[in-house]
């Protein structure tokens, strides 16, 4: 089976890549999950981002810390299961972290979303949580994991944590590409697979009002950058529930799409 996973889609420039590499790429592959969680402006996702992500050709679309920034989000998540928000939130938390999917060609996929505590908000356990999910899943079903947190070490060891249990493990939310992937027991691994969106910016804000707050202290409003934005991304090819390969994939979307 051929995965593909797309990194943090970030406002209409990177909704726009996704959408043209999805539309000259889809059909290479058997199941595809976006990570989300910015499109809105960088703030979350509303239903008519979720529905644009479908019709791209997205089975799953995962989120992140910025999950719930818009108002709907928790409707949208209790309608459908291919929004999937961190297992690791509180119980109760509108939802569901984890899904059975099937691929095209009909074999079972699932998908488990976890997010990181170290410099980020703390949510329970994720290593913990994500045991607990596991040992609820079916057995034999391919697992891919998108993990979103900011520290590096955290992200290696959950790696490390979930090496032969998972398909993959791949990092969200620091929207910068790491050149580490690889392929451990059997389970594909990269520290983050990157932002799609404009690459030429402060991890999808513009430079400018980023740049004043930095430096004069004073709180400006963040506007997303504008223009032609890179799709990050990574193919995970499965032997059965092994991934065998994990590919660092970048797109250049044209001027139009920008
Ligand atoms: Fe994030």
């Not at 593909?4 to 290479?28: H, M, N, S, W, Y």
């Not at 506007?223 to 934005?229: F, L, Q, S, Y």
Request: charged fraction near 25%; aromatic fraction near 8%.
């Amino acid at each position: 089976m051929r995965i593909l996973f797309i990194g943090d889609v970030f406002a209409t420039p990177g909704l726009k890549a996704a959408q043209g590499f999805l539309k000259e790429r889809r059909a290479d592959y058997d199941f595809v999950v976006v990570n989300g969680e910015n499109v809105a402006g960088g703030f979350g996702i509303t239903r008519r981002h979720f529905e644009q992500l479908r019709a791209a050709g997205a089975d799953v679309v995962t989120l992140g810390n910025h999950g719930f920034d818009q108002p709907g989000t928790a409707e949208l998540l209790e309608e459908s299961p291919r929004l999937l928000r961190p297992a690791n939130y509180p119980p109760g938390t509108p939802g569901l972290g984890a899904h059975v999917f099937e691929a095209r060609g009909g074999e079972r996929v699932a998908v488990l979303q976890l997010m990181g505590r170290v410099y980020m908000e703390a949510l329970d356990d994720p290593f913990r949580v994500a045991d607990d999910v596991l040992e609820g899943l079916p057995a034999g079903v391919p697992v891919i994991v998108d993990f979103h947190a900011e520290a590096t070490s955290e992200k290696k060891v959950m790696g490390f944590h979930l090496a032969g249990r998972v398909s993959a493990v791949v990092g969200t939310h620091t929207h910068v590409t790491t050149a580490d992937e690889c392929v451990y027991k059997g389970t594909a691994y990269i520290t983050d697979v990157g932002m799609t969106g404009v690459q030429h910016s402060s991890i999808g804000m513009r430079f400018e009002e980023v740049h004043a707050r930095f430096v004069d202290k004073l709180p400006r409003r963040f506007k997303p950058a504008e223009g032609p934005a890179t799709l990050n991304a990574v193919e995970i090819e499965l032997d059965g529930r092994r991934a065998v390969a994990v590919r660092r994939l970048r797109w250049e979307a044209s001027r139009d799409e920008g």
